[in-house]
């Protein structure tokens, strides 16, 4: 059975700093790509970032980009997203997903999906 579980979220003021962690398991994880995503209430899912399997490439959302870092460990089946500067336009439910295809971990098309973390900023 295919789990990925996501830790780490929280209340933050403004400029604040979180760390993130999707933990996976039920799956040869370093078979598949991973990515972040979140959804602010009354708000569609957003890509948030993204990492190949081997960790060799990332991509980001360009409201994410320089502030937040996705990165790896296929030996703790872990994905973190350090998450700094935060705003409160960063507020959301924070999910993880892994597929094989790293197209797919840029979209909302992924394989599995976590049951998400709440982030929320104040102002």
């Known amino acids: 059975q295919v789990q990925l579980v996501e830790s780490g979220g929280g209340l933050v003021q403004d400029g604040g700093s979180l760390r993130l962690s999707c933990a996976a398991s039920g799956l040869p994880f370093s078979s598949y790509a991973v990515g972040w995503f979140r959804q602010a209430p009354g708000k569609e899912r957003e890509f948030v970032a993204a990492i190949t399997r081997s960790g060799s490439t990332t991509s980001y959302a360009d409201s994410v980009k320089g502030r937040f870092t996705i990165s790896r460990d296929n030996a703790k089946n872990t994905v973190p997203l350090q998450m700094n500067s935060l705003k409160p336009e960063d507020t959301a439910v924070y999910y993880c997903?892994?597929?094989?295809?790293?197209?797919?971990?840029?979209?909302?098309?992924?394989?599995?999906w976590g049951q998400g973390t709440q982030v929320t900023v104040s102002s």
């Open positions: 997903a892994a597929d094989p295809s790293f197209g797919s971990v840029l979209t909302t098309n992924s394989d599995y």
